[in-house]
């Protein structure tokens, strides 16, 4: 039997994580549906102008982000109770195929789920109020920008559940403080790099962001340029590997 990665054990570690968790789980998502409910019907009430695609991709983006990140930082929370820690690491099975377990739980069945709950209240909201003389359409996720945002969700999970290994307790705000420490330190290094190259000085420029600066009267913008989108979806794909890997061996250090 291969001691890495087993079909039929890696099955029953799946199905066992979802039936001890699965009113937990089902809680997480009667909340995450009360507040796509009550938000969406906040906003579309308050809102006189139709539910257009843009203002469903920020809905969209901005609670699958919150509600992924807090979800993914809780998937190894038995790691932090030393009964439930000496249980699950003396179970047998492959650090692997524990991992992959929460991978798989926090990333895709998340997304799936989340997916589902989203178009389904939004039907529900679109149904709900018309709009005389105005079309109204539904988001696409395989349309623009639906792809970047899946990019981004990644990089932000792959983040998350670092998090939830690395850390003994509060992992979501531990986490997060990280993240946001991370971007303040990334954006003055590129600021820095950027008023090197320029020779002058500019506002804040954040990675894979526009820059501006005065000159004499004139306020100048520049903008990035959309051939570099795909490296910059490359580039988010690399880091969220790259912590899917810390994840990974960070949980292989972990001892009973």
Request: aromatic fraction near 16%; charge should be positive.
């Given at each position: 039997?291969n001691?890495?990665f087993?079909t039929?054990?890696f099955?029953?570690?799946?199905?066992?994580?979802?039936?001890?968790?699965?009113?937990t789980?089902?809680?997480?998502?009667a909340v995450?549906i009360?507040?796509?409910?009550v938000?969406g019907?906040?906003?579309?009430?308050?809102?006189?102008?139709?539910?257009?695609?843009?203002?469903?991709?920020?809905l969209?983006g901005?609670?699958?982000?919150?509600?992924?990140t807090?979800?993914t930082?809780?998937i190894?929370?038995?790691l932090?109770?030393?009964?439930k820690?000496i249980?699950?690491?003396?179970l047998?099975?492959?650090?692997?195929e524990?991992f992959?377990?929460?991978?798989?739980?926090?990333l895709?069945?998340?997304?799936?789920?989340?997916?589902?709950?989203?178009y389904?209240?939004?039907m529900?909201?679109?149904?709900?109020?018309?709009?005389?003389?105005?079309?109204?359409?539904?988001?696409n996720v395989?349309?623009?920008p639906m792809p970047?945002?899946?990019?981004?969700?990644?990089?932000?999970?792959?983040?998350?559940i670092?998090?939830a290994?690395?850390?003994?307790?509060?992992?979501?705000i531990?986490t997060?403080?990280?993240?946001?420490?991370?971007?303040?330190?990334?954006?003055?290094?590129?600021?820095?790099?950027?008023e090197?190259?320029?020779?002058?000085?500019?506002?804040?420029?954040?990675p894979?962001?526009?820059?501006?600066?005065?000159?004499?009267?004139?306020?100048?913008?520049?903008?990035s340029?959309?051939?570099t989108d795909?490296?910059v979806g490359?580039v988010?794909?690399?880091?969220?590997?790259?912590f899917?890997?810390?994840?990974?061996y960070?949980?292989k250090?972990?001892?009973?």
């Open positions: 039997m001691n890495t087993n039929k054990r099955g029953r570690l799946l199905i066992k994580q979802l039936t001890e968790h699965f009113k789980y089902l809680m997480g998502l995450l009360g507040v796509m409910l938000g019907s906040f906003f579309l009430f308050l809102t006189p102008a139709v539910l257009d695609l843009s203002a469903q991709v920020v969209f901005s609670i699958y982000f919150l509600a992924g807090i979800f930082s809780t190894f929370a038995d932090s109770d030393k009964k820690s249980s699950y690491l003396t047998p099975a492959s650090h692997f524990k992959l377990v929460g991978w798989l739980v926090s895709l069945l998340f997304s799936l789920v989340y997916l589902v709950s989203f389904s209240i939004l529900i909201l679109l149904h709900a109020k018309h709009w005389p003389g105005q079309r109204t359409e539904v988001l395989f349309a623009d970047v945002v899946f990019i981004v969700y990644a990089m932000l999970h792959g983040f998350s670092w998090g290994v690395f850390f003994e307790k509060l992992h979501f531990k997060a403080f990280c993240f946001f420490i991370g971007i303040i330190a990334l954006s003055m290094i590129n600021t820095s790099f950027i090197m190259l320029l020779g002058r000085e500019v506002r804040t420029a954040t894979f962001g526009g820059i501006s600066f005065v000159e004499g009267r004139k306020y100048i913008a520049i903008a340029v959309r051939q795909p490296l490359y988010f794909v690399t880091i969220a590997v790259i899917w890997a810390a994840a990974y960070r949980l250090e972990k001892q009973v």
